[in-house]
């Protein structure tokens, strides 16, 4: 399954099923695990560690050092987990010391072509990066979040669950749970309700949340203002939960 014109260091391990193509370079501390497809013309470096079932085409650049000046050359790690497609140019890179030392990427997400996973990012569970959509170092991305073309994200930043980012947008604040924003600076403009539905939220669960969106994006209230009515007047469903802790938990700033 290792194509003899590949370049696979000793002392890489890889699991029994993993393909690898035409001219890809895998380096010394890199760890695949099994039934992962690794097209040609692929780099595997640094401490980098990839799971089960993933599939990484041609030209992607994974684990290489951090674009960063503070990076002093250490053994940083990249965790990628399981069933993730990574497409054409797109580049996953290590973490720093200063950052926690590791970026980190769940299972089942889609990283379309020239999209770009910085430094001690942390992405989620189900999270499709369109093609161009780049992450500065430091964001977290929760599960199901999809970021549209040309997008890119400050440092420090953190996408909510089930959010819709529009192609273009400059996301320079948090963007709160269940949420779509667009433009530069990115604002929120509305519920990502065609998403949700599809996910099966239920028609009670979407009336708590339009009414707790209401609330901190409409009603001109401030935040703090805006959480203490959602506390005192709607049902405490988990759902709620998670909009309200994103928000109280904010070191940025939502993007109202």
Known sequence: ?????????????IAEG???GPYSVI????????????????????????GRDNHIFQFASVGAAPQDLKFRGGETRLRIGDRNTVREFV?????TEDGGGETTIGNDNLFLAYSHVAHDCHVANRVILSN?????GHVRVDEFAILSGLCAVHQFTRIGCHVMVAGGSMVAQDVAPYT????????????????LKRRGFSEETLRV??????????????VEEALARIDAELENIPELEVFVEFIRQSERGVAR
Not at 30 to 50: D, Y
Not at 91 to 95: D, I, K, S
Not at 180 to 195: E, F, H
Not at 209 to 222: E, H, Q
């Open 27 to 50: 380096g010394e501390h890199v760890v695949i695990g099994a039934g992962t497809v690794v097209g040609p013309h692929v780099v595997i470096e640094g401490f980098t560690e990839i």
């Open 209 to 222: 949340i339009k009414k707790a969106y209401r609330l901190v994006f409409r009603s001109g209230l401030k």
């Open 18 to 20: 993993v393909g690898i």
């Open 132 to 136: 161009g959509a780049t992450l500065a």
């Open 1 to 13: 399954m290792i194509h003899s014109t590949a370049i696979v260091h000793p002392g890489a391990r």
């Open 91 to 95: 580049t996953l890179h290590c973490g």
């Open 180 to 195: 779509m924003v667009q433009g530069d600076r990115a604002k929120t403009v509305g519920l990502n309700l065609v998403g």
